[in-house]
C-alpha cells in the first residue's frame, strides 16, 4: 500500500489560548513538509462567515496553494445549538457550511452528534439514537449535492459514543457519502475505557476489537496518543505521540486490515497546550509508522 499524505488539524491552534492564525500555521505546515491542513471551520480560521465573499474565499485558496498544502478535512462548527433540541438550527448551519465547503472544493466534512452525553429530559436513549441517524442522514443527503463525503467522530463528550451504537448508527443512516471517522483516541476512550457512556459497553479486546467492529466503515482517521483522561471539556484528552497508552504498531496495521483505504492521516492535537511545539515530533512519528507500514 502506498504511503499517506499527512494532515494536522488546524483547530488545534485556533482553540490555543493565544490562537496561531492561518497564514502562520500554514507557513510552518509547510515548512515541516505537511501534505495538507485538516481545516477548523472555527474563527479565526475557516468559519463561513469570514470567507464570505468570492474574493475572500480565493484569498484563503491562495494561502493554501502557496503553501502547497491540500485540506484534508473540514470540522464544521456547530457548537452553539444542540441538534436534539435545536435540530432545524443545527442542520442549517451544516447546510451553510457544506456551501461554503463546496465553492472551495473541500469534500470531506467532519460532524459529531451534536449533543452532550446525557439523555434530555423525557427521552429514551433509543429515541435520541433515532433522531442522531435522522440528523445524519439529511445532512449526508444535502453534502451529496456538493459530491461532499460525511465523516462522523464519535467521541465521549457528545452523544452516541458505545461501540455498539456507533456501528448502529452508521447502518441506520446507510447513506454511500457517510462513514466513521476512527479517531484513535477517541477510539480507545470508547472501547478501553468507557468514557461517558449512557449504556455500558466496553469492549474486552479494546480499541483493537472496535477497529475490526468498524471493518469496512471508516471513511477518515484521526491519529494521537491517549493516556486514558478525559480534559476539561469532558472529551479525550489528546496526549502527544509516546504521552500515552496507544501502540500504533498494533493500531495502524488494524485499521488497514479493517479496509481504512482514505487517502490521509490526520494529526490531531485538539485542546493540546502544547500542540504548536508538539507538531513537529509529531509529524517525525506519523512519517516513521506511515514508511514502516506503506
Not at 23 to 37: H, N, Q, R, T
Not at 186 to 194: L, P, T
Not at 236 to 249: I, V
Amino acid at each position: 500500500m502506498a504511503k499517506k499524505k499527512v494532515s494536522i488539524g488546524s483547530w488545534a491552534y485556533a482553540f490555543l489560548e493565544t490562537p496561531i492564525l492561518l497564514p502562520e500555521a500554514s507557513k510552518k505546515l509547510s515548512e515541516l513538509k505537511f501534505d495538507g491542513i485538516s481545516m477548523g471551520g472555527f474563527a479565526p480560521h475557516a468559519a463561513p462567515k469570514d470567507w464570505d465573499t468570492d474574493e475572500k474565499r480565493a484569498e484563503l485558496a491562495k494561502l493554501l496553494s502557496d503553501n502547497g498544502l491540500e485540506v484534508a478535512d473540514y470540522a464544521v462548527d456547530l457548537w452553539s445549538v444542540d441538534s436534539l433540541k435545536q435540530t432545524e438550527a443545527w442542520i442549517g448551519l451544516f447546510e451553510e457550511s457544506s456551501d461554503f465547503a463546496g465553492k472551495m472544493g473541500w469534500k470531506t466534512i467532519r460532524v459529531d452528534t451534536g449533543a452532550p452525553p446525557v439523555l434530555p429530559e423525557g427521552w429514551t436513549y433509543g429515541q435520541a439514537r433515532a433522531k442522531v441517524a435522522d440528523n445524519f442522514k439529511r445532512i449526508s443527503k444535502y453534502a451529496a449535492r456538493h459530491g461532499q463525503q460525511v465523516v462522523w467522530e464519535f467521541e465521549p463528550g457528545f452523544i452516541v459514543n458505545e461501540p455498539k451504537y456507533i456501528l448502529e448508527t452508521y447502518e441506520k443512516v446507510d447513506e454511500p457519502n457517510f462513514s466513521i471517522l476512527f479517531d484513535t483516541c477517541h477510539g480507545y476512550m470508547s472501547a478501553a475505557k468507557g468514557a461517558n457512556h449512557i449504556e455500558p459497553d466496553v469492549l474486552a479486546g479494546g480499541i483493537l476489537e472496535f477497529i475490526d467492529l468498524l471493518k469496512g466503515k471508516i471513511g477518515f482517521v484521526h491519529v494521537i496518543d491517549s493516556d486514558g483522561t478525559l480534559n476539561g471539556e469532558n472529551t479525550s484528552t489528546h496526549a502527544p505521540f509516546g504521552q500515552g497508552a496507544l501502540n500504533f504498531d498494533e493500531v495502524v496495521p488494524a485499521l488497514l486490515d479493517a479496509g481504512y483505504a482514505g487517502d490521509w492521516w490526520a494529526i490531531d492535537l485538539c485542546e493540546c497546550p502544547d500542540a504548536w511545539e508538539a507538531t513537529a515530533d509529531c509529524k517525525k512519528f506519523v512519517d516513521a509508522f506511515n514508511e514502516k507500514f506503506a
